[in-house]
Every structure is written in C-alpha cells, then in structure tokens.
C-alpha cells in the first residue's frame, strides 16, 4: 500500500497545496483491531479526498493518504504518544496532549464512544512500523510539495482538509451548541492572514454555508507547522459537517454531496483568484 497519493495541477499552477490526512480508508493487515471494520470506518473523514479532487482543475497539488487515521493519525506529533496503549516504555519524548487523554493521540486507543480499539496494547516495534511505514511518507511529501511552492513562488496557500460530525461538541466535551456549516482554523490567527480567511469564509457564505472560525476547531499539527504568514505562508484547517455530504449510517454520498462538492470547487476558485492578484 503506497502511503498517499499525490496529484499535481492539471493547468495553470499555483502556490495552493491540499492536504486530506484522514480519509485513508486502506486498513493494513496488521492492523488486528478488535472492532468491526464498520466501527473503525467512523474515525474516517470520508469521500473528503473526492469533495476536493477538483483541487488540481484551480492549480492546486492534492495529497491524500492512504492509510486510516485510525491506525496512525498524521495529524498529531510524533511525540504525542498513548503509553497505556504500550507494552513497553517510549524510547524517545513523549508529551501527552489533550487528544492523547481523549484515546486519540498519534495511534488511536479507543474510538469517539469510548470502545478500546485493541484488545491487546502493541509493541514500541508496532507503532515504529507505522511511523516509518505510513507517517513519515506522508510528512515527506507534504513538506516537498510545500516547500516546492514556496522556493517557486515565494508564497504559498495550505488548506489541510476534514470533515466533523454532527455532535463535535459533545466528542470534545464542550456545551452543546449549534455546529456551523464549515469550520475554518487558523490557530486564533495565527496561522494565517485575514485576507485569506475573508476569501475563504466568504466563498462558503455565497453558497449558501455557515461558517465558523477556530469554533471548535482551531488546527492541530499539520497546520502549527506550516503556517507562518509573516513568512507568506498561510494555512487553515477546514472542517465540513458530514452530514452535509454523507449518510453517517451507510456510510456513503447523501443528496447533498454535489452541492457540498460544488461549494468546495467555488472556495477553490476564489482562492486561485486570490493567489493570482
């Protein structure tokens, strides 16, 4: 199993790179979870990678992986390590964070109802495999294609792309509340400029979409790395109810799919006209 698939610009390129870390849905053999598959498939963001795919079509690279987050989670730190997942010791640092107290840390211990994933804890060779295996590809090509970007144009759009469920806020144990539309996470600001979350939030709001910002998703790793505006490179997390696109129960496309799709495409669009002025 390749790691992620990447696909370049079709037409005109620009420095806009997409990101889709969690809507792997390849589960490797070695797996040996304990649930069934259609348990382990709600940690997916799924058909996320395909609400995007017109991303090449803007000028934009489109990567996405592969593997499940469930198995490694591309978006956390390689020190946000679960050691009561372990049957040993971490050898390198390890800092806890809160999706690491919430079972969901760089390998998944349990899934969104509390329900153990393993009915065994793994090995420090285990989790090492996943690394070099799944994780570290990613990251790798990720940065070649940022990187890329950046040295070509001297600026550079990242969107790291996602879907949520409906009851995030109660996932997160945070008071219930009405979940927006979209979610666009900048880290409170810090991880991009106000005129590209302007252009963001009001392509959203002409389809017709509510959208929040960093409520209740501010970013996690993969933006914290990659956005420094004060260097002209921006990047925002993007959250989509699911919703909007998918039947959570059968786990396929829902009627509003291709509204959903064609929202993308125009936030995509306004973006490229952004990057070009």
């Not at 790179?17 to 963001?45: I, K, T």
């Amino acid at each position: 199993m390749r790691a992620f698939e990447l696909t370049r610009p079709t037409g005109l390129e620009l420095p806009i790179v997409v990101d889709s870390p969690h809507s792997g849905r390849h589960y490797p053999g070695d797996f040996d979870a304990g649930l069934p598959l259609w348990r382990l498939r709600q940690g997916e963001d799924a058909f996320v990678e395909q609400l995007w795919a017109g991303a090449p079509a803007f000028g934009a690279s489109l990567l996405a992986a592969n593997f499940p987050r469930v198995y490694i989670d591309p978006n956390r730190g390689l020190e946000d390590i679960d050691q009561a997942l372990l049957d040993a010791p971490w050898p390198g640092p390890v800092t806890e964070s809160s999706k690491t107290r919430l079972g969901i840390g760089l390998v998944w211990r349990q899934m969104g109802e509390g329900l153990p994933i393993y009915e065994r804890q793994l090995s420090v060779a285990e989790v090492q495999q996943r690394i070099s295996r799944c994780y570290q590809p990613y990251h790798q090509a990720l940065n070649a294609v940022l990187d890329e970007a950046h040295q070509r144009f001297g600026r550079r759009w990242h969107l790291n792309v996602h879907s949520m469920p409906d009851d995030s806020y109660a996932r997160l144990g945070l008071p219930e509340q009405q979940l927006a539309d979209f979610v666009l996470g900048d880290l409170d600001g810090s991880s991009a400029d106000a005129p590209t979350m302007l252009v963001l939030e009001g392509a959203l709001r002409a389809q017709g979409y509510s959208v929040a910002r960093n409520d209740p998703f501010k970013g996690v790793e993969i933006i914290r790395r990659s956005g420094q505006p004060v260097r002209n490179c921006h990047a925002v997390q993007v959250e989509i109810k699911r919703s909007l696109y998918m039947d959570v129960d059968t786990h396929q496309p829902n009627a509003g799919f291709a509204r959903a799709r064609a929202a993308v495409d125009a936030l995509l669009a306004a973006l490229a006209r952004h990057a070009q002025a």
